[in-house]
Structure formats: C-alpha cells, structure tokens
C-alpha cells in the first residue's frame, strides 16, 4: 500500500510499515526529523520503501495533496494543532475513497491518573478536570488535549464512514515502576494485557491515547 505518515517524526511508524512492503512518505515540519528517518530508513535498508519530505502539514506540497494514497497517518499531531477540523481535512484530502486514516492523540480524560498514579501527584490531578491543557517537556510547548469522542465527530462530519475507537497504553503509562518494566517477563505480561483491553471499554476510556480509524468517504 502506499502511505503517508503525517508529522511522521523520525520514522518510527514508517520503519514498521516499509519492512512489511508498504511504501511511506513521511512528512515534518521540524527540521532535524526527515533526516533523523531517512537515516533510520538506510539503516534499516529501506531506502526504496521510504520518501522523506520537509514540509508544512497545513499546507503538503501539491503533489503529496494530490495524491491517492491507501493509508494516512494522524499520530501525535492534533494536540500541538489550533484547527483540528481543518488539520484532519487537509490529511484526508490525499486519501483515495475507502482508505484507511488513523488518528492517534493523547487522551484528556488520561491526564488526572498520570498526575495521581505515574507522578504520586494526587493533590494536582483535580485541576486537570477543569482544562484541556497541558505542559510537555518534549518540543516545550503546551498541549492541547481531546477526548476520542471529539474527534470523531469531527470524522463523521468530514465524511468519514466505519469510525473505530482504540486505546493506546491503557497500562504501562500509569506504572511508576520503570525499572519492572525492563523485566522481559513483566514486559510480555503486560503487552498482552494492553492488547486485550485496546477495544474493550472503560480501559479504552482512560488509555493514555485514543486511536481512531476511519474510512474515507466516497467522492461527493
């Protein structure tokens, strides 16, 4: 298939992908990540499956909008964007009718158990109830947090049909135990329970993201 990965970073998700045969463009604004992916992609010896383009996400050069891709990825973007809505519209406008997008976003409704279970910061987490805000070390910016039912409303109103809801680390987050972690029994343990509870409700509730897909509608 091919695929465009969106604020695709340093090729985490694209290097999984081409060494399954799919071909990936991976697109960043941030000067330093396509070529931080286009070193992992020929370490990696998947030079041939992975084009690296430099480039505003609001606004893909005309032959990435253009394109019909098979696959587009939204991972870890909507929470550094204002315009949520006109983001998911510009990812999905070089997506095929009936290909697959998917959305993954940090979880507001995971903010309060972080600061109370991870941090051991209880007397904090009340505040979060009250704002969708929240500082990261990573890019030192402030975050702007969603919950899934935002965004796939957000989805169905741009067209999207067979909208799925997934939670993303609905454990390991919340574990201030980081050494056990390191533990490979404790490891293969806990992916097996993180893989049982990613559909099954409350835990896809409180994961500390959500992943939507989506299929694209058909040409009006």
């Known amino acids: ?16 992908l081409a060494a399954r045969g799919h071909h990936v463009t991976v697109v960043d604004h941030a000067t330093a990540m396509p070529a931080a992916a286009a070193e992992r992609a020929s370490a990696a010896g998947l030079t041939e499956l992975i084009t690296c383009v430099r480039a505003d996400i609001a606004a893909l050069p005309a032959d990435l909008a253009a394109a019909d891709f098979d696959v587009v990825l939204c991972h870890n973007l909507l929470h550094y964007v204002d315009d949520v809505p006109g983001t998911l519209a510009t990812a999905l406008a070089p997506l095929r009718p009936g290909g697959l997008v998917s959305v993954m976003a940090v979880n507001r409704h995971s903010a309060a158990l972080k600061l109370a279970v991870r941090e051991r910061d209880p007397a904090a987490a ?3 109830f009250e704002t969708d805000r929240a500082r990261t070390g990573m890019f030192d910016s402030t975050l702007t947090l969603h919950v899934a039912d935002e965004i796939i409303a957000v989805l169905r109103g741009l067209g999207c049909q067979d909208v799925e809801h997934y939670g993303i680390r609905s454990f390991c987050d919340y574990i201030a135990d980081d050494a056990r972690t390191y533990d490979p029994a404790f490891y293969a343990e806990l992916e ?25 509608g058909p040409r009006p």
Request: hydrophobic share 40%; aromatic share 4%; no cysteine.
């Open 1 to 16: 298939m091919r695929v465009l990965d969106l604020a695709g970073g340093d090729g985490g998700d694209a290097i999984r």
């Open 126 to 128: 009340p505040a979060s």
């Open 192 to 216: 097996r329970l993180e893989l049982a509870v990613t559909s099954r409700p409350p835990y896809m509730h409180t994961a500390r993201l959500f992943q939507l897909t989506a299929r694209k």
